[in-house]
């Protein structure tokens, strides 16, 4: 379905006639076979405006005074009434009606209804004369059919049929010949009885300006065609859902982290009281059941002994046997020292990720100005810092992310202290550039190219400084400050934290970021 502004464009490019027509007080621009509105609205929108449009006639009004000022020509629309194109849209819309440029104006709304042209053969032009119709006597032709149906014909009907016809014979003479073409045309009325109504609707055929307007709304919907829909909008080939994948794929690797972390930790041990057979009650009378063996009566004391004394100390009045030691006693004992001392909470293990930087007075970043660096994003030299702030054996970061989460980071610059637990939460390390400044690591046996495979690393140098030979032949991740522009730090240092991120992802997912 063809749009009033590709319409406009093809007449302004010279490929398609434009004519005004006038129907009452109506006035119509007709673009060959098709007819608009003077008022019907363009899918081109006012600049500044979502939900205004251009209509038709104020998109001619600037073609036609396309060579006048624009003041000039704001003010010859302002005095006829016409709605003005705006100076933004004036050169955009220009151009493309010129035939300069293929492709519409920008603020073109695709999504616009298309209004429905008129056919121009629904028009009816007033320069030219209308078309005179044949005069309908109702009352007249009524009363003519109702004789024809009835065989009776006036006198005026006879002497029409009987004129210009003569006779045949003497026995064939002209009135027998109207009679005979009477009852001809009668038995014709009988059995074609409805073509004589549809020669009457014939004559009273109606105006299209005296056409209900449902009837014409109801022809025009039957002639409109779907554009774009929701279902089309969604199959659009511009649509990009890789965003979307990336981060489902990143939480699918937190799922999966944890529970491989999960799986990998030892079952819980049940409780001693689970484990224990539920003691009975007292009873005196099972107390004196058990007993009552042993002694026979004389109330001996069968839980005392006088084992590791000597004869003199038994022999002695005021010596007194020892309470015995069972060893099943001294079994449930230590085995129950054993469940207390397991049953005690293991120490947790940190999350916190480690980020390693040179140990050297002449780097960039040093225990003095890393906090300015990573946690504020901003650049301070280590000479400022010195006199203000005391170094620290080590510092934790606390790095504020875009969603207003905080996440701590551990920064130290002596990595041969870290344990092995701490030495699998180091994810990032600061290069100088020496080969030595890895010497008597631990892991990986001091290789740089093995150390930079599983740890992410950077390098902080200024814009005019030359790189160093080692960085250049190391996978190292290149961060260029400049000495005095201090606004462009944010955005350099940012690149750090998203490299970092990614790195966290994929390969130490347990960690916090």
């Given at each position: 379905?063809?749009?009033?502004?590709?319409?406009?464009?093809?007449?302004?490019?010279g490929?398609r006639?434009?004519?005004?027509?006038?129907?009452?007080?109506?006035?119509f621009f007709?673009?060959?076979?098709l007819a608009?509105?003077r008022?019907?609205?363009?899918?081109?929108t006012?600049?500044?405006?979502?939900?205004?449009?251009?209509t038709?006639?104020?998109?001619?009004?600037?073609?036609?005074?396309?060579e006048?000022?624009h003041?000039?020509?704001?003010?010859?629309?302002?005095?006829k009434?016409?709605?003005?194109?705006t100076?933004p849209?004036r050169?955009?819309?220009?151009?493309y009606?010129?035939g300069?440029?293929?492709?519409?104006p920008p603020?073109?709304d695709m999504?616009?209804?298309i209004?429905?042209a008129i056919?121009?053969s629904?028009?009816?032009?007033?320069?030219?004369?209308e078309?005179?119709?044949?005069?309908?006597?109702?009352?007249?032709?009524?009363q003519?059919?109702q004789?024809?149906?009835?065989g009776?014909?006036?006198?005026g009907?006879k002497?029409t049929?009987?004129?210009?016809?003569r006779d045949?014979?003497?026995?064939?003479?002209a009135?027998?010949?109207?009679?005979?073409?009477?009852?001809?045309?009668?038995?014709?009325?009988?059995?074609t009885?409805?073509?004589?109504?549809?020669?009457?609707s014939?004559?009273?055929d109606m105006?299209?300006?005296e056409?209900?307007?449902?009837?014409?709304?109801?022809d025009?919907k039957?002639?409109?065609r779907?554009?774009?829909?929701?279902t089309?909008?969604?199959e659009?080939a511009?649509?990009?859902?890789s965003?979307?994948?990336?981060?489902?794929h990143?939480?699918?690797?937190?799922?999966?982290?944890?529970?491989?972390?999960?799986a990998?930790?030892p079952?819980?041990?049940?409780?001693?009281s689970?484990?224990?057979?539920?003691?009975?009650?007292?009873?005196?009378?099972?107390?004196?059941?058990?007993?009552k063996d042993?002694?026979?009566?004389?109330?001996?004391?069968?839980?005392?002994?006088?084992q590791?004394?000597?004869?003199?100390?038994?022999?002695?009045?005021?010596?007194?046997?020892?309470?015995?030691?069972?060893?099943?006693s001294?079994?449930?004992?230590n085995?129950?020292?054993?469940?207390?001392?397991?049953?005690?909470?293991?120490?947790?293990q940190?999350?916190?990720?480690i980020?390693?930087?040179?140990?050297?007075?002449?780097?960039?970043?040093?225990?003095?100005?890393?906090?300015?660096?990573l946690q504020?994003?901003?650049?301070?030299?280590?000479?400022?810092?010195?006199g203000?702030?005391?170094?620290?054996?080590?510092v934790?970061?606390?790095?504020?992310k875009?969603?207003?989460?905080?996440?701590?980071?551990?920064v130290?610059d002596?990595?041969l202290?870290?344990?092995?637990?701490?030495?699998?939460r180091v994810v990032a390390?600061?290069v100088?550039?020496?080969?030595?400044?890895?010497?008597g690591?631990?892991r990986?046996?001091?290789n740089?190219?093995d150390i930079?495979?599983?740890i992410?690393a950077?390098?902080l140098?200024?814009?005019?400084?030359r790189?160093?030979?080692?960085v250049?032949?190391?996978?190292?991740n290149?961060l260029?400050?400049?000495r005095?522009k201090?606004h462009?730090?944010?955005?350099i240092l940012?690149?750090?934290?998203?490299?970092?991120?990614?790195?966290i992802?994929?390969?130490?997912p347990?960690?916090r970021y």
């Amino acid at each position: 379905m063809a749009d009033p502004l590709k319409l406009l464009h093809e007449y302004a490019v010279g490929k398609r006639s434009m004519r005004e027509l006038k129907q009452g007080h109506e006035r119509f621009f007709v673009f060959g076979d098709l007819a608009y509105p003077r008022d019907v609205k363009t899918n081109l929108t006012v600049y500044g405006r979502q939900n205004e449009y251009y209509t038709l006639e104020s998109l001619l009004l600037l073609w036609e005074n396309r060579e006048m000022q624009h003041t000039a020509y704001v003010k010859d629309a302002s005095g006829k009434g016409i709605q003005c194109v705006t100076r933004p849209d004036r050169r955009e819309l220009l151009s493309y009606l010129k035939g300069e440029r293929e492709q519409p104006p920008p603020n073109v709304d695709m999504l616009a209804p298309i209004p429905a042209a008129i056919p121009i053969s629904r028009l009816l032009d007033q320069n030219e004369p209308e078309v005179k119709k044949p005069r309908y006597d109702g009352e007249e032709n009524r009363q003519r059919i109702q004789n024809l149906l009835k065989g009776s014909v006036t006198e005026g009907v006879k002497s029409t049929a009987v004129e210009g016809v003569r006779d045949l014979s003497e026995k064939l003479t002209a009135d027998k010949i109207a009679a005979l073409k009477n009852k001809r045309k009668q038995n014709m009325a009988r059995n074609t009885i409805k073509s004589v109504d549809d020669s009457i609707s014939s004559n009273m055929d109606m105006d299209v300006t005296e056409m209900p307007i449902d009837v014409i709304a109801r022809d025009l919907k039957s002639k409109e065609r779907v554009w774009k829909n929701r279902t089309s909008v969604m199959e659009a080939a511009t649509k990009d859902f890789s965003p979307i994948l990336s981060l489902l794929h990143s939480l699918k690797t937190r799922e999966e982290a944890a529970q491989r972390q999960k799986a990998s930790m030892p079952p819980a041990r049940s409780s001693l009281s689970d484990r224990r057979s539920q003691p009975t009650g007292y009873s005196r009378y099972d107390q004196e059941r058990f007993n009552k063996d042993q002694t026979a009566g004389f109330k001996i004391e069968t839980g005392l002994t006088f084992q590791g004394a000597s004869l003199k100390a038994i022999s002695s009045s005021g010596a007194k046997p020892m309470v015995a030691v069972d060893s099943t006693s001294a079994s449930k004992s230590n085995s129950h020292s054993q469940d207390t001392n397991n049953s005690r909470p293991q120490k947790r293990q940190s999350r916190t990720p480690i980020i390693v930087i040179p140990a050297a007075g002449t780097s960039l970043i040093t225990m003095y100005n890393v906090r300015d660096i990573l946690q504020d994003m901003h650049f301070v030299t280590t000479e400022e810092r010195k006199g203000t702030v005391r170094r620290e054996n080590e510092v934790l970061l606390q790095r504020v992310k875009d969603n207003g989460t905080t996440v701590p980071y551990r920064v130290v610059d002596n990595p041969l202290k870290l344990n092995d637990d701490e030495w699998n939460r180091v994810v990032a390390v600061f290069v100088q550039g020496p080969a030595w400044q890895f010497k008597g690591w631990p892991r990986w046996s001091g290789n740089p190219t093995d150390i930079f495979a599983n740890i992410a690393a950077f390098h902080l140098m200024y814009e005019d400084q030359r790189l160093d030979v080692n960085v250049a032949r190391w996978s190292v991740n290149i961060l260029k400050l400049s000495r005095n522009k201090r606004h462009l730090d944010r955005a350099i240092l940012s690149r750090f934290w998203e490299t970092l991120d990614r790195h966290i992802i994929k390969n130490k997912p347990h960690l916090r970021y």
